[in-house]
């Protein structure tokens, strides 16, 4: 069974930094992707950043390249995206998700992800 846990959300002040984990279980990530996205109140679901299956390029929302880094340790079953310099339009609800399609060349619309974890909040106070 696939399942994604989230992890690591808190209320943060702007400019500082946090760590989102995502445990996965039941897929492999030499086969499938792994994306982050948000969703702040009253705003559709938008992508963050994915790492392809395989060789794991990854890829970013221009909103947070250069503040945003995925990786993923396949020891550890865990897809982490550290948040540096955050912002106040960084508020919003994380999720984790999972796209079988594996191979990506870009983060993809939500809807072509095919399992999703429960969520976690971040919020940042300016």
């Known amino acids: 069974e696939v399942q994604l846990v989230e992890s690591g959300g808190a209320l943060v002040q702007a400019g500082g930094s946090l760590r989102l984990s995502c445990r996965t279980s039941?897929?492999?990530?030499?086969?499938?992707?792994v994306g982050w996205f948000r969703q702040a109140p009253g705003k559709e679901r938008e992508g963050v950043a994915c790492i392809s299956s395989g060789l794991g390029d990854t890829y970013y929302a221009d909103s947070v390249k250069g503040r945003f880094t995925i990786s993923r340790d396949s020891a550890e079953n865990t897809v982490t995206l550290q948040m540096n310099n955050l912002k106040s339009e960084d508020t919003a609800d994380y999720y984790c998700?999972?796209?079988?399609?594996?191979?990506?060349?870009?983060?993809?619309?939500?809807?072509?992800?095919?399992?999703w974890g429960q969520g976690t909040q971040v919020t940042v106070s300016s």
């Open positions: 039941g897929f492999s990530y030499e086969h499938y992707a």
């Open positions: 998700a999972v796209d079988y399609g594996g191979i990506l060349s870009s983060i993809r619309d939500a809807a072509q992800y095919d399992n």
